[in-house]
Structure formats: C-alpha cells, structure tokens
C-alpha cells in the first residue's frame, strides 16, 4: 500500500510532495501525515546536490524519536532506490546512535537537540527538522502544516555550510527560503517577493487546486 501511495502522492505536487502531476486534494486526505512526509523525504533527495557526487554505497536516512516515519520510510525503502542507491533507514532516540546518515529527520519537539550534535567534518547530511523554528535550531528543510497540507521551508545558510547545493525547483515549491545568496539578492520570482533580510517569501502555500506548484522528475 506504501508502495502505491508514494507514487500517487510523488505526482500529486499541488497536495504534499514533489512531483510533475497536477494539484489533487483528495490524494492527501487519503494518507496519514507520516506516509505523506516520508514520501517527502525520498522525494527531497532528487533535488539535492551531495558533495562527491554518486560514488558512494547505502543511501543512509536516520530518523530521530518518531517510529512511525521510520516505519514508513522502511516500507519505501524495499521498493525504492535514491539516486540509484539502496536505502538504509536508522531509527532512534538519540542522535548519539545515528552515526553519520545523508538525510536527518528530526522528529517534532527534538530540534533543540541539533545544537549538541555535528556530523563527521567529513560527512555532509542534510538535516530536515518538524517543528515551528526548526530552521534556527539547525534545521535545512523544516516541515509545516498549512492548510492541513504538509509544505516546507528551507534555510540555504545551512545547507551551505554542509556543502548542500539545493536545486531552484525545490526551492520555488517551498513556503518561505533564508540564507538567499548575495548575488541572488533582488531577483526573486514573481512569487517570491523579497524579504528585508534578502530572502524570498515564496506563495506556494497559498496555491489552490487550480494553481498547483509543479517541479521536475521524482525520484
């Protein structure tokens, strides 16, 4: 069943996750909110760039205190490959035994605890947190609820500093993106009006049925 969600929710961008279909409401009210959002955190994936490239083993995705995502993202794990990889899923309750994964989901309420942890200076991970100001306590990609749909912000700050290239399609699907580059200052899209501290606010939680947000090839 996981299976078949992840690919019905993958093409239903306008509802939850990233995609190339049109915006389908009744798609999201058909998933619980942690198949949607593991959904999401393969999906992410595709649109993130990893320093030394492809020349690695197991794709590693850790998930800090929140059994259900792991179970979910487990289930995805059997079928699916990211970035031609076979998908290792880590669970637990401290970040002490989580090793170095490329993909951290932080679980909501834990983020705080991001401020005592540092990947290897080596390893680069990509830190998805799930909470009102995850993006401050260190998070790159931090899940909201808006409209009962699941969006998300993204803070280029940090993904800089772990040597993250993020691309611009999942960039304009997000609700709001810090840490806009100097260069990039001025230029933001119609929908993403600029912001006093150069970022760009950007409309797509505010998009409706008819104006669905649209990205590139899934994972």
């Known amino acids: 069943m996981l299976s078949r969600a992840f690919k019905r929710i993958g093409l239903a961008a306008g509802v939850c996750v990233l995609g190339a279909g049109a915006c389908a409401p009744a798609v999201a009210a058909e998933y619980s909110e942690e198949v949607v959002k593991a959904a999401y955190l393969f999906r992410l994936a595709s649109y993130v760039e990893w320093p030394g490239g492809t020349d690695r083993g197991d794709f590693v995705i850790a998930v800090l205190d929140s059994p259900a995502i792991a179970r979910e993202l487990t289930s995805l794990a059997r079928a699916h ?3 031609d990889h076979p998908v290792q899923v880590r ?14 989901y932080v679980a909501a309420g834990r983020a705080g605890s991001l401020r005592s ?31 009962r749909r699941v969006r998300f912000e993204v803070s280029l700050a940090a993904a800089g500093v772990a040597h993250l290239k993020i691309s611009s399609e999942l960039l304009a699907l997000a ?14 899209g119609p929908r993403q009006p600029a912001q006093p501290n150069g970022s760009c606010a950007v409309g797509v939680a505010r998009a409706g049925p008819s104006d669905p947000p649209r990205a590139g090839a899934a994972a």
């Open 91 to 104: 669970e637990s309750a401290s970040l002490r035994d989580l090793g170095d994964p490329d993909i951290l």
């Open 117 to 147: 942890w540092r990947p290897a200076a080596s390893k680069s991970t990509l830190i998805v947190t799930d909470e009102e100001n995850g993006l401050r306590d260190g998070g790159m990609v931090n899940f909201m609820t808006i409209d």
């Open 81 to 83: 490959l990211i970035k």
């Open 175 to 188: 609700v709001r993106v810090i840490g806009v580059p100097q260069q990039s200052r001025g230029r933001c």
